[in-house]
Structure formats: structure tokens, C-alpha cells
């Protein structure tokens, strides 16, 4: 059996990069506090504690970053060999961002504490939102560029998008964020430059005037 060629774990860490984001701002790990998960909650069984869903629903090449990188090369004295380190991609991940509450499944009357200008769903999408704007260019990621951006064409419309979670409307927030995937290193050699030569000629005199 061939080996397993190992992938290049960006997308992964990109995950852990927006939940340790978040999680500068938004509470968690607390006896009242918010769960992160990487995932969407069933509308049947809506989750039991405060939840926010980061959903990774598209990943594609970022076209409009679409640049050819120039592929540095190392100089091997032993083997005399210069290797080229592996090229990249700029891929597009994109994520809807909801708040899923525990009393967002029941009604809501006037004056109770959900109906609220400062109510606890729209506290807690503020502080996503001071994490995302403060966040835009990821923390340990060089070259990964996070932006807040209007709902995707491929949900397929919002209202087709909430049908399929029961129905339950809420606030949401799409993020969008370029990170350069590493492309599999082959070990592409070049030839080394043996030695360089530089040649000059003065033109005659009538021909430089």
C-alpha cells in the first residue's frame, strides 16, 4: 500500500485561530457562559447551554487573489543542488456565524429580557463582532485575511437556509477568510549556477552620441 501523502493542516488551524479569536471576547468555559462549536445545531434538539455555531459551509480558491508566488530555492552545499520550497494556494473559507440561545426556541412577550434592545443573543453578536474586526488579519497565520462580508449567493437565500433550521430566524454574520494553503513539497531540483560571466562593450564614439 502506497504511503498517505500528509495534507497541509491550514484549514485546521485556521479553525483554532477564529475560536481562540473569539474567545478573547466572547465568554466561555464559564458556569454562565458560551460554547463555540464548529458546527450547526439541530433544530430539534437545540442545544442545551448558550451555543455559538461557527459553520464552515464553502471552501474554494480565492480567484481574486490568484498571484503566482515566487518559489525561493536553497542551496545544498553537500549534494550541490539547489531545492525549491513548495509553492501555495490562497483559499477562500467561508463561514455563517449564529447564536443559538436557550430561550430562543420558546416565544418571547414583551418586557421579558429577550425582547430587550441589549438583549443576551444581541450582547453576545456584538462581542463576534469586536472579535472579527479586531481579528481581520489572523493571529499566527502570516498571510491569512479575515473580512465580514454579505450573505453568499451559494446559501441559496437565506429563507431556504433558516426552513432547513426550523424555521427560527436570527441574526447571523457570514465571514470570509483567505488563507495560503501549502502545496505538496516534491522536492523539485534546479540546476545550480556553476559560475556567472558578465560581458561589456563600448560603442564607438559616433554611435553613443
Do not use: H
Amino acid at each position: 500500500m502506497a504511503d498517505i501523502i500528509a495534507s497541509d493542516t491550514t484549514i485546521l488551524n485556521l479553525n483554532q485561530a477564529i475560536y481562540d479569536a473569539l474567545a478573547e471576547y466572547v465568554p466561555i468555559d464559564l458556569d454562565s457562559g458560551v460554547s463555540i462549536i464548529f458546527d450547526l445545531p439541530n433544530a430539534e434538539n437545540p442545544p442545551s447551554e448558550p451555543t455559538l455555531s461557527v459553520f464552515l459551509y464553502q471552501i474554494s480558491e480565492d480567484l481574486q487573489m490568484r498571484t503566482s508566488p515566487m518559489r525561493v530555492a536553497s542551496y545544498n552545499a553537500e549534494t550541490k543542488q539547489s531545492t525549491l520550497a513548495p509553492g501555495w494556494v490562497n483559499v477562500c473559507c467561508n463561514y455563517i456565524i449564529t447564536y443559538w440561545d436557550i430561550g430562543q426556541t420558546q416565544s418571547i412577550s414583551p418586557g421579558s429580557p429577550g425582547s430587550a434592545p441589549d438583549n443576551p443573543s444581541l450582547k453576545v453578536m456584538n462581542q463576534v463582532v469586536n472579535a472579527l474586526i479586531n481579528n481581520q488579519e489572523i493571529g499566527g497565520m502570516p498571510g491569512a485575511y479575515a473580512r465580514m462580508i454579505p450573505p453568499k449567493a451559494e446559501l441559496n437565500s437565506l429563507g431556504n437556509f433558516w426552513q432547513s433550521l426550523g424555521n427560527k430566524p436570527r441574526l447571523s454574520l457570514n465571514l470570509s477568510v483567505t488563507v495560503p494553503v501549502v502545496l505538496t513539497d516534491k522536492n523539485d531540483t534546479v540546476a545550480s549556477v556553476q559560475q556567472t560571466e558578465v560581458k561589456s562593450q563600448q560603442p564607438p564614439f559616433d554611435e553613443a552620441v
